[in-house]
């Protein structure tokens, strides 16, 4: 069965969903703090493109616990993304465990996936206005 699923999914395209409480806080949200504007809509739903990849926040009543990344974007400059993001308002997650922490709302990860070509990652994180945990990353070469 799974290598049925495998290939038949092989080709799909990734389109991650992201819950809404109020979808017009959360439009200006990605407008305002994230300089992303939706390049469709319909009732209930903004449509974001992003690097050829689709994302929708959607109206819902229910919420993310906000405890793990939903959604991460890969960046070429995660010093300049984040200094960018922090002038227009976005709060990063400051974390500090044994292992695991940031500095200045970035992270040291060692370890990639080796089709990647990388020997690390840096990352960091951050909440939308709806609870949302994104990541940003960037591949350390």
């Known amino acids: 069965m799974d290598a049925v ?12 969903r992201l819950p809404a409480q109020d979808l017009d806080r959360a439009r200006r949200f990605y407008s305002e703090k994230l300089g992303l504007d939706p390049v469709d809509e319909r009732p ?11 994302f929708v926040l959607f109206r819902s009543t229910g919420a993310s616990p906000g ?25 990063f997650e400051e974390v500090d465990v044994p292992g695991f922490r940031t500095e200045g709302g970035i992270a040291e990860i060692e370890g ?6 990388a020997r690390g990652e840096r990352g960091a994180w951050f909440h939308d206005s709806e ?4 990541g940003i990353g960037e591949p350390v070469v």
């Open 67 to 91: 405890t793990f990344t939903q959604m991460a974007l890969e960046v070429d400059d995660i010093e300049a993304a984040v200094a960018e993001l922090k002038r227009r308002g976005v709060v």
């Open 5 to 16: 699923c495998g290939n038949v999914l092989a080709g799909a395209r990734v389109a991650t």
């Open 131 to 134: 609870g949302n945990l994104l």
């Open 44 to 54: 209930g739903g903004l449509l974001y493109r992003c690097g050829g990849a689709d």
């Open 112 to 117: 990639n996936y080796p089709s990647k070509g």
